[in-house]
């Protein structure tokens, strides 16, 4: 890890806190010290807190020149999956690189629900088949590209690697993470009429259980747990009323996807009798603890549950078109709750490929619910940030030390060059940056006061061996445990993956 300085001074930027009170300040600066913000305002005001540090502290500052920059919190993505192992096979680098043959996939024309409770279901034995060495440098990697987008803290809800993998890629990187388990116990599978129970529910607890003690207490700060649900359609009253009993008990949140696909209410009162989100009201996973995930789909009633019990919405809107999801234009539900004052967060959601990061996201819910609603005014380019930061450290119980740039937090925060083109002459600098800007302009980030990417690059290992130890991995784990021969992978991977990963076996 990357030394942390006695103090770090961000000075003269324009600086966007998340920070209802007080959400910008330009110029402003920040004043970290150690993992903490001391002080954030106008410049002069900084300039005398750090005139006021004891004189080791004022003599070991690291001064960044940010009088071209944009300064925002850390991304905070509540809603992520890790998927890098199957880069090969789902939907992957061996698709023909023409895609007018392309046909839909199973989450468009409103899903096919059936084959989607299937596949997840798929996912949970064949993850296994993972060597911790093969683990360990896929989620290196994938976590990785987060952190290189502007991404500080994850949200795990179920991902196809093992979680003490993503722990120690976690750790390795310096992020923040908040891991779960694929929890995946039924599967309604097509031309059955019922759902079918795949495994005991007792283990899957036992697992998550785990996790919560394990993590409860990580004396770095930066590493909690959640339990998490795949899907509803692959989830048994079993294990959704002992993942209810475990949120509670844990006091930590809860998240699954749920009234996803247009078809899903129908497929799932079909399976269980009754609809996805009474479903979890009835398991008493319907409160102010649910992240509900992407919940593009209610009748008014259940509109009405999601007000009362202020659930928390994580949706992903740089992600629907891609895949021919629906969740915002079938219904409009999601902008009609933001109308409505719900805490609504944005999210990357999880692919095979780097999918677009925070910064997309912002940009697609700023454009996208103010065109619906018909009133550029109902997300605000600070909004947008708020629904990238602030908003889903509130969904993962996590605000009171990350998500805003605010005194007494933790230092996580972001830099951004605004001195090109695309900025001249806007006073607003943040939307400047969600018409044009993206993932790839973050220059800087900066984790509990480190810095970890500066100018782009990792600043304490080898982005280059970070790439070949994962492309070792995919190799080892694609020729192993999913049978795809030796040519096809020559010719796909190249020859940055001739041998094995190290400690794959």
């Known amino acids: 890890m990357p030394a942390r300085p006695a103090a770090l001074l961000v000075r003269g930027g324009t600086v966007c806190t998340a920070d209802p009170v007080a959400p910008v300040h330009s110029p402003g600066s920040v004043l970290v010290v150690g993992d903490r913000v001391r002080q954030v305002g106008g410049v002069e005001e900084v300039d005398r807190a750090v005139a006021a540090l004891p004189p080791e502290v004022r003599e070991g500052t690291r001064t960044v020149d940010a009088r071209s920059m944009m300064v925002l919190p850390g991304f905070v993505n509540a809603h992520w999956h890790e998927m890098f192992a199957m880069r090969l096979p789902f939907k992957g ?14 989450m ?28 360990r440098a896929i989620a290196r990697y994938s976590l990785w590209t987060q952190l290189r987008c502007g991404t500080t803290t994850i949200g795990d809800v179920g991902s196809f690697n093992l979680p003490e993998a993503l722990a120690d890629a976690v750790r390795g990187l310096g992020m923040r993470g908040m891991l779960s388990t694929w929890a995946s116990d039924a599967v309604c599978a ?37 339990p998490t649900a795949v899907y509803p359609s692959n989830m048994t009253d079993s294990l959704g009323a002992g993942l209810a009993e475990l949120a509670v008990r844990h006091d930590t949140a809860f998240a699954t996807h749920v009234g996803s696909l247009r078809n899903e209410a129908e497929s799932t009162r079909a399976y269980y009798g009754t609809s996805p989100l009474r479903r ?13 995930v ?13 007000l009362e019990n202020r659930v928390h919405v994580s949706h992903s809107p740089a992600k629907y078109g891609s895949t021919g999801e629906s969740t915002l234009t079938g219904t409009g539900l999601i902008t009609g709750l933001i109308r409505e004052g719900l805490d609504v967060s944005v999210s990357t959601d999880g692919s095979v490929y780097p999918v677009g990061g925070m910064a997309e996201s912002m940009r697609a819910a700023w454009q996208t619910h103010n065109e619906m609603a018909g009133d550029n005014t109902l997300v605000l380019p600070s909004d947008a940030l708020a629904m990238a930061t602030l908003v889903p450290a509130r969904g993962l119980r996590w605000d009171s030390q990350i998500g805003s740039l605010r005194e007494g937090k933790q230092a996580d925060l972001l830099l951004i060059p605004a001195d090109d083109w695309r900025y001249l002459l806007n006073p607003r600098p943040l939307e400047a940056f969600l018409h044009l800007g993206g993932s790839c302009d973050i220059d800087t980030v900066v984790v509990a006061g480190r810095t970890l990417v500066e100018h782009g ?39 940055h993956a001739a041998s094995p990963a190290g400690g794959a076996s």
Not at 294 to 306: I, P, Q, S, V
């Open 93 to 106: 680098a061996l698709r023909d690189p023409d895609d007018r043959g392309d046909e839909a996939g199973f």
């Open 108 to 135: 468009a024309c409103g899903g096919d629900i059936p084959r989607i409770s299937t596949t997840f279901d798929s996912f949970h034995g064949l993850m296994r088949a993972l060597t911790p060495g093969e683990a």
């Open 190 to 226: 097509p031309g059955e009429s019922g759902r079918r129970r795949t495994r005991n529910a007792a283990g899957l607890l036992a697992d998550i259980e785990d996790l919560l003690t394990r993590y409860s207490g990580d004396s770095g700060g930066r590493l909690r747990a959640w």
């Open 280 to 292: 979890l009201g009835d398991l008493g996973l319907l409160s102010d603890r649910l992240v509900a």
């Open 294 to 306: 992407h919940c593009g789909y209610a009748d008014d009633e259940e509109r009405k549950l999601l």
């Open 457 to 495: 690059r990792p600043t304490f290992f080898d982005e280059t061996e970070l790439r070949d130890d994962y492309l070792r991995a995919l190799r080892s784990f694609s020729g192993r445990a999913l049978g795809i021969g030796d040519a096809v992978l020559d010719g796909v991977l190249g020859p």
